[in-house]
């Protein structure tokens, strides 16, 4: 996040972080800050307060990491076969 603002023009002052995107959505929408959230977050949970615009020339790489060989498990392979379709999906 910070790269990104100073490739904007400005360094921002954090004063608080959090790792809760609830929490984060929810001091955002009532005024008390501004936020950089994963595109993930916002599709499990969207609070309706929130107006959300992507980052132009950021990219992000999620990796998963399974443990064994082949074949996963069948949750484990619903759940990379997700993450195959959210980062394939258009943004």
Do not use: N, W
């Amino acid at each position: 996040m910070v790269a990104a603002c100073e490739r904007a023009g400005f360094t921002p002052r954090i004063a608080y972080e959090s790792d809760d995107m609830v929490v984060i959505q929810s001091l955002v929408a009532a005024g008390m800050a501004a936020a950089a959230l994963p595109g993930l977050a916002l599709r499990a949970h969207r609070h309706p307060g929130v107006h959300a615009t992507e980052l132009e020339g950021s990219a992000r790489r999620i990796h998963a990491v399974t443990y064994g060989d082949p074949p996963d498990p069948p949750g484990v392979a619903a759940l990379l076969e997700i993450l195959r379709e959210v980062a394939a999906a258009p943004a």
